[in-house]
């Protein structure tokens, strides 16, 4: 009886240890999604650019100093690399990883920046004066020379052929309650355009944001390319049926918009699955991604 009960114990506790190591390599083994985003609107000179997404790293280490991330960033070899929120936690964070990363990013490729909602209550917090950590980043990272695109377009050339990068900053309130006005205003078409202007007919839109639940509001804008993040993946992906939980504050269950491609009209938008997590370090078949887009006429 001993025996079995031995027997018994080392199974399970081998049992365990495969479940963890399985966890564990879910959750930091990076792998990286290639698009190819074909359109006649893309200008000819743009023909072949890559985009990298990177997403929700919240302060994620991929080896010392993020020697695993640079390793990969290099094979890829973008043109630019978009940077759609949430790199820093909101618990405390000053953003030291993602600056020491930033540093080495910026000396092969441009890097444009938008907030997620963590940057955001980092902020808020900085004007409660807990901290002053939201503009002590967001100046290092202008004197690092990224380009901070919120609410701010920018026009990428390759010799006379243009695109328009605009970024999109979200309220926190359009991530707590989707259905949220702020006074007079209600997230729609007329709301984005009041925040970036209107899109126009003669150029191609890339348009980068961290919450990818106004999809519908996006398309009705104008852009053509859409880059979110935000949902993490849905933490523990189903097959066939997607991301389990969304991060929209509340427990949300099968977020439409957990990761992929997603298609409406002449717009289309990825959703990076992230590299971090925030709080519980949790990923079941949803390994830490990068998203490159590549531009095809």
Same mark, same amino acid.
């Given at each position: 009886?001993?025996? /079995?009960?031995?027997?018994?114990? /080392?199974?399970?506790?081998? $049992?365990?240890?495969?479940?963890?190591?399985?966890?564990?390599?879910?959750?930091?083994?990076?792998?990286?999604?290639?698009?190819?985003?074909? &359109?006649?609107?893309?200008? !000819?000179?743009?023909?072949? %650019?890559?985009?990298?997404?990177?997403?929700?790293?919240?302060?994620?280490?991929?080896?010392?100093?993020?020697?695993?991330?640079?390793?990969?960033?290099?094979?890829?070899?973008?043109? $630019?690399?978009?940077?759609?929120?949430?790199?820093?936690?909101?618990?405390?964070?000053?953003?030291?990883?993602?600056?020491?990363?930033?540093?080495?990013?910026?000396?092969? =490729?441009?890097?444009?920046?938008? +907030?997620?909602?963590?940057?955001?209550?980092?902020?808020?917090?900085?004007?409660?004066?807990?901290?002053?950590?939201?503009?002590? =980043?967001?100046?290092?990272?202008? !004197? #690092?020379?990224?380009?901070?695109?919120?609410?701010?377009?920018?026009?990428?050339?390759?010799?006379?052929?243009?695109?328009? #990068?605009?970024?999109?900053? $979200?309220?926190?309130?359009? *991530?707590?309650?989707? +259905?949220?006005?702020?006074?007079? %205003?209600?997230?729609? @078409?007329? *709301?984005?355009? @009041?925040? $970036?202007? @209107?899109?126009? +007919?003669?150029?191609?839109?890339?348009?980068?944001?961290?919450?990818? +639940?106004?999809?519908?509001? =996006?398309?009705?804008?104008?852009?053509? #390319?859409?880059?979110?993040?935000?949902?993490?993946?849905?933490?523990?992906?189903?097959?066939?049926?997607?991301?389990?939980?969304? @991060?929209?504050?509340?427990?949300?269950?099968?977020?439409? %918009?957990?990761?992929?491609?997603?298609?409406?009209?002449?717009?289309?938008? *990825?959703?990076?699955?992230?590299?971090?997590?925030? &709080?519980?370090?949790? /990923? #079941?078949?949803?390994?830490?991604?990068?998203?490159?887009?590549?531009?095809?006429?």
């Amino acid at each position: 009886m001993k025996k /079995r009960f031995q027997t018994f114990v /080392r199974r399970v506790f081998i $049992i365990i240890l495969l479940i963890g190591g399985f966890l564990f390599f879910q959750a930091n083994d990076m792998t990286i999604t290639n698009y190819t985003y074909e &359109s006649d609107k893309v200008p !000819q000179g743009f023909q072949g %650019y890559k985009i990298l997404q990177l997403t929700d790293l919240h302060s994620n280490l991929f080896g010392k100093d993020n020697v695993r991330l640079l390793r990969e960033i290099e094979k890829v070899n973008p043109d $630019i690399i978009a940077v759609t929120g949430d790199m820093m936690n909101s618990l405390r964070d000053d953003g030291a990883v993602f600056l020491q990363l930033a540093e080495q990013l910026v000396k092969r =490729y441009p890097v444009y920046y938008i +907030d997620g909602n963590h940057e955001l209550i980092v902020k808020l917090k900085s004007k409660r004066g807990e901290h002053q950590y939201y503009s002590t =980043y967001i100046d290092r990272l202008e !004197q #690092l020379g990224v380009h901070i695109v919120n609410d701010k377009s920018v026009t990428l050339s390759r010799g006379e052929d243009k695109i328009l #990068l605009t970024g999109l900053d $979200i309220p926190l309130i359009f *991530y707590s309650d989707k +259905d949220a006005d702020i006074g007079a %205003y209600e997230f729609n @078409q007329s *709301y984005v355009e @009041q925040k $970036i202007g @209107q899109a126009t +007919d003669d150029l191609f839109h890339l348009l980068l944001v961290h919450n990818p +639940d106004y999809f519908p509001v =996006y398309e009705q804008w104008g852009a053509n #390319l859409v880059l979110a993040g935000h949902h993490h993946g849905g933490m523990i992906r189903i097959p066939f049926m997607g991301g389990l939980i969304g @991060q929209n504050g509340k427990f949300e269950l099968f977020p439409t %918009y957990s990761a992929g491609e997603f298609i409406e009209n002449e717009t289309t938008m *990825y959703v990076g699955r992230g590299l971090g997590n925030y &709080s519980i370090n949790l /990923r #079941l078949f949803n390994r830490p991604e990068l998203v490159v887009v590549t531009l095809k006429r």
